[in-house]
């Protein structure tokens, strides 16, 4: 544990639900009003131990603890140890009404939304309410109200669009309209909103709660309700979920359909580039985002665009000469095609639009390029929702009705949005004026403000896309007097670098290194790939790569540099020492999974004995099981969830045409449970079988009963996903045996093992994205390093243990762990970390698989400017 005092720790002993004793830490927590805790906060706390297996056993009460007569209080470092847990039993706000309904434009996810709303108020013994065609439903009322059920809501999690309709409304806007709604909410008992929708949407329901007592009043005295009806219902409580794909609302890092309209964008860039390449031509891509240009900006990183239009950042008032001066160098350095992007809401530093048509007409007048538009439009809207979010969509869905369970009658309006990987609760207000504020900045041309008020991962992202497509072609560093197609900052070279891959290949490890290469040769240093892993380190495959050599590689799947599993051996080490020292390599950057991570601890132990391994290492996690201690997602594992979650929605249709079927299915991952998890909850799965949770014949009869109930009920197919080392015994082929002979006559069972495809396909945007930006701060890291390790002579030594690190992402964080402290967090014979993020998701899973379980809450209430404090998103 991490101590923040040097008082005495202080041990006491607890038995877990199988009686088993565990050796355990009293931890502290921090004092409320300089008041110690008592005991009953210690009951309402959640606490973890370590048995004899090294694996991590949650306790969710304090009962039991025998508690020293004496004992100190500790300030336990929360990311790493243990966070406050908030359990939640089934039925306990027992007949509350609650409706939801979606508002302004669809997005990609909203279904799956509004199942974790429906299925999680029905948990909690909630009457749950659609409210059909948004705001127009609830002033109709009628047959656009309507009671919801727990398979009112099946098989929806994969479908885009939203199930219950959306509309525009002017009679919302009126002051009778809102009575009418009133009136229709009161009737049927309901005063908890969840509303799905823009800032417009969002606005509306804040105005909504705060005329709600003065409706009810005025209802009353025209005799429309009653006085104990007004009384009764006399709050009204609102929670907001952002439903958009432009991801245009501040407070969140992303609103849900962002990520499925960046598909959408990436998949069509994609297929427009073999064309391109073919006769060689120019595309002007034009992509939604009237007020937003975050879909522009992140497609232009993800797709290696050659210039970038939005609204939040106008091009100087000399773009036409840019443009066309960045093109045609592009074309005479031998590039066959190019990508302009622009977002449909583009704008000059005069305030004047830039259309697609515009830029065509430049290009066509100044270069005669064979140049063509592509308007995407709401194609970007289609489609299946991505992975990402249907598993955001449930989080976010679930934590709206439980800040409504927990609202009080002076609560003001929240919305739930995502901050780092953490769910959080932010005032709606707040944020919707921050939101206008940026509409404000670019209409007063404060274009700097406008990108600030974005937040910092758009800033972030505007920084990364500059730099990464610099226009400029300076002096080789090599050659001082020699024009060369190779950026660099300055006319000498400061640091020779290397990049290996160890692990299996994973979607997003060459956008890391194309992103790492070009800011280490902006910066002025050179880079060597290491070629074919350990085995390329020892034989001498060193490739030294220049600025036009990574081009194009973001899109591409696997390991462009080559990669082996294995690790080095102890006798391996003096050769590849040997190769560190002939090619001056001062710095070392492993992109890889669990063998990466091995192979640092293995050169770290190394540096007493050889001076070359004494330089600063990093390492960015890339494995599709992401299962490396220090990170919460590693590169790779985005694109393998979308792949299993695309498998199981083409099983599922399989299952909708046979009838009474039962799919088992089972995920790569190692003893990581992850893939089989969040697969499980993108894909609607009835339960997901991983390591980290035991479990034995009475569960898995349990599941043959549900599944037997699920098809009585009417809904004729089952999925169960398996990571691939759940169990020893309970193998995939077992599971299936066992359903099909205790389902006879009620249902068949199928198994599937998916196996490598999971490792295939282009990489998704999120992991180009998560790629380019760990490459870009890998960079910056290294750069510290050497400016504080390098003596007077130029020489790299460095012993310290925070020379060498992990970089990775812990909560709202991109954090450089160093290897010795992972050691701790890491068992070492199951290839895990001992305290996995996700598996606070597993109650959620089952909760909205109608299994019994116990409901861990997630959402923290924080301000917008808690928010801003060094959060960096993660896309």
Sequence with gaps: ??????????????????????????????????????????????????????????????????????????????????????????????????????????????????????????????????????????????????????????????????????????????????????????????????????????????????????????????????????????????????????????????????????????????????????????????????????????????????????????????????????????????????????????????????????????????????????????????????????????????????????????????????????????????????????????????????????????????ETYKMLTRLKAPIECTNPNKESNSPTLTKSCHYTLGVIHIGSPSCGMNAAVRSFVRNCIYRGDKVYGICDGILGLITGKFKLLDWPFVTGWVSQGGALLGTKRAPPKEDQLTQIAQRLKEYEIQALLIVGGFEGYQTGLTFINARDKFEEFRIPIAMIPATISNNVPGTEFSLGCDTALNEITEICDRIRQSAQGTKRRVFIIETMGGYCGYLATLAGLAGGADAAYIFEEKFNIKDLNQDVIAMAAKMSEGVQRGLILRNENANLNYSTDFMQRLFSEEGKGLFSCRMNIIGHMQQGGSPTPFDRNLGTKMGSKAVEWFSEQLKKNTDANGKVTAMDADSAVMIGIVRQHYKFTPFAELLEMTDFEHRIPTYQWWMKLRPLLKVLAKHESTYEEEGLYITVEEMDVDNDSLV
């Design 1 to 462: 544990m991490s101590i923040k005092n040097d008082e005495t720790q202080c041990p006491c002993t607890i038995k877990d639900s199988k009686k088993e004793e565990l050796s355990f830490l009293l931890p502290s927590f921090p004092k409320q009003n300089d008041k110690e805790p008592g005991k009953e906060d210690l009951n309402a706390m959640s606490f973890y131990a370590i048995n004899n297996d090294k694996r991590r056993i949650y306790i969710q009460s304090l009962e039991s603890l025998a508690l020293p007569q004496e004992y100190k209080w500790y300030w336990i470092d929360m990311a790493e140890d243990l966070a406050a847990r908030r359990f939640i039993k089934p039925g306990s706000h027992k007949d509350k009404g609650l409706a939801v309904f979606t508002s302004g434009g669809d997005s990609q996810g909203m279904n799956a939304a509004v199942r974790a709303v429906v299925r999680m108020g029905i948990y909690l013994g909630c009457k749950v309410f659609f409210i059909k065609e948004g705001y127009q439903g609830m002033v109709d009322g009628g047959k656009n109200i309507q009671e919801a059920t727990w398979s009112s809501v099946s098989s929806i999690i994969h479908k885009g669009g939203t199930i219950i309709g959306s509309a525009r409304c002017h009679d919302f806007e009126d002051h009778a309209g809102r009575k009418k709604a009133a009136k229709n909410l009161v009737k049927l008992g309901i005063s908890n909103l969840v509303v799905i929708g823009g800032d417009g949407s969002l606005t509306g329901a804040n105005l909504f709660k705060e005329e709600w007592s003065t409706l009810l009043k005025e209802l009353a005295e025209e005799g429309e309700i009653t006085i104990d009806q007004v009384e009764k219902y006399e709050h009204l409580h609102i929670a907001g979920l952002v439903g958009s794909i432009d991801n245009d609302f501040c407070g969140t890092d992303m609103t849900i359909g962002t990520d499925s309209a960046l598909h959408r964008i990436i998949e069509s860039i994609d297929a427009i580039v073999s064309t391109a390449y073919s006769h060689q031509r120019t595309f002007i891509m034009e992509v939604m985002g009237r007020h937003c240009g975050y879909l522009a900006l992140v497609a232009a990183i993800c797709s290696e665009a050659d210039f970038v239009f939005i609204p939040e950042w106008p091009p100087e008032q000399d773009w036409p000469n840019k443009l066309c001066k960045k093109l045609l160098q592009e074309r005479l350095m031998g590039q066959r095609l190019n990508i302009i992007i622009v977002a449909e809401g583009a704008l000059d530093r005069n305030g004047e639009p830039i259309t697609a048509e515009k830029i065509h007409k430049v290009v066509v007048e100044k270069l005669q390029q064979d140049t063509r538009i592509t308007v995407l439009g709401h194609v970007q809207r289609g489609g299946n929702p991505s992975a990402f979010d249907r598993v955001l969509g449930c989080r976010m869905g679930a934590e709206a009705v439980m800040a409504l369970m927990e609202a009080k009658p002076d609560t003001e309006a929240c919305v739930v949005t995502l901050n780092g990987n953490q769910a959080v609760r932010l005032p709606l207000m707040e944020c919707v004026r921050r939101t206008k504020g940026v509409a404000k900045a670019m209409a007063d041309k404060n274009w700097n403000l406008a990108v600030q008020l974005r937040g910092k991962g758009f800033a972030r992202n505007l």
